[in-house]
């Protein structure tokens, strides 16, 4: 397949108030995001609360996305958990015409490096697509078994979601080294929550491809900053994580889960009822939402398109939290 470019789209998957499957606002949120202009469309990945799908629904959520994207762009589905559900759900989205999958760390479960490798390999032999493996959580990698991974001829890339650059530099460094001559070509990423923040870093040691939660609620800073960053428009992009990033990001370290729900939460401000998160994430308390609502109209997002928002939730530990406003939006 062709190698990934631009800026790529993980959309959230929408819930009804009972909290069931909302395809009707899916299928608004994908073509809401794919009129802005990804660069590929990640379905039922972290953002798309991946954790908490059905078998059912995760067909339904891809079949919706590889249909509604048309081609434009290719589509990537999560897959993940234990090795037949995965391959399952390999099967399943390759059956719906996806172009490749994202292979979610196992849950639960730490493993020695032999172990991941084994799984990675498990997941791959099911399918004939594409997968890019999710670096994170309990599938952490050294440079001598992500080398072995990337030797997997279907495996055509690596998310990072530690942050441990100097371990990614050794990683990209093995594996540029294993291929060398191999003629593969082999793509990583920088998979950090809220990773525009992170970035300029990554950009720094060769990793010019991230993926973009923020662009699911607010494309036009999501986009502004990616055009800054790829043009080397140094000031735009400082003002967009001094203005923007940095207040998203300390919003969203209040709570666990915000990663997910407060882009959600975006979604839903930005004027497309999604619903809330399913558990063990938490929606936003309210005094949360407004700071989130504060930060986007602090940066030129349209407040007549705010909509109101109840939280399903409110829960004590994070009723001390909420204090977050203001002075910390900022
Ligand atoms: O699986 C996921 O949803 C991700 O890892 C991507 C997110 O978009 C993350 O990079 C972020 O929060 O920007």
Known sequence: MRQLNGLLFFPVTPFTPA???????????????????????????GTGEFHALSVEEYAQVVETAVRLTAGQVP??????GPIATAQGQARVAEQHGVDGLLLMPPYLVEAPHTGLVRYTKAVASATELPLIVYHRGAARFDP??????????????????????????RIMSTIR???????????????????????????????????????????????DFHRA?????????????????????????????????????GVRLRGLDVGGVRPPLIDPTSEHVSALRRILEMNGAPASQLTEFEPQSSPSSVAGLASIGSEEAR
Not at 19 to 30: I, P, R, V
Not at 75 to 80: I, K, L, N, S, Y
Not at 234 to 260: C, K, M, N, W
């Open 229 to 265: 960053l790829v043009g080397g428009d140094h000031s735009t992009v400082e003002r967009l994580i001094d203005d923007f990033f940095v207040p998203l990001v300390t919003l969203r370290s209040q709570v666990p889960g915000y990663a997910v729900s407060l882009v959600k939460a």
């Open 144 to 169: 001598q078994s992500a080398a072995e991974i990337a030797q997997i001829p279907s495996v055509i890339g690596l998310k990072d979601g530690l942050g441990d650059l100097d371990l990614l530099t």
């Open 19 to 45: 909290g069931d499957l909302n395809l009707t606002a899916l299928a608004q949120h994908l073509q809401d995001g794919l009129s802005s202009g990804p660069g590929a469309v990640f379905v039922a990945c």
């Open 75 to 80: 589509v990537f589905a999560g897959a993940g």
């Open 177 to 223: 080294s294993t291929l060398a001559g191999s003629g593969k070509s082999f793509q990583f990423f920088n998979g950090m929550p809220t990773a525009e923040l992170t970035a300029p870093a990554y950009r720094g040691i060769g990793v010019d491809l991230y993926s973009s939660a923020v662009f699911c609620f607010a494309p036009e800073i999501a986009l």
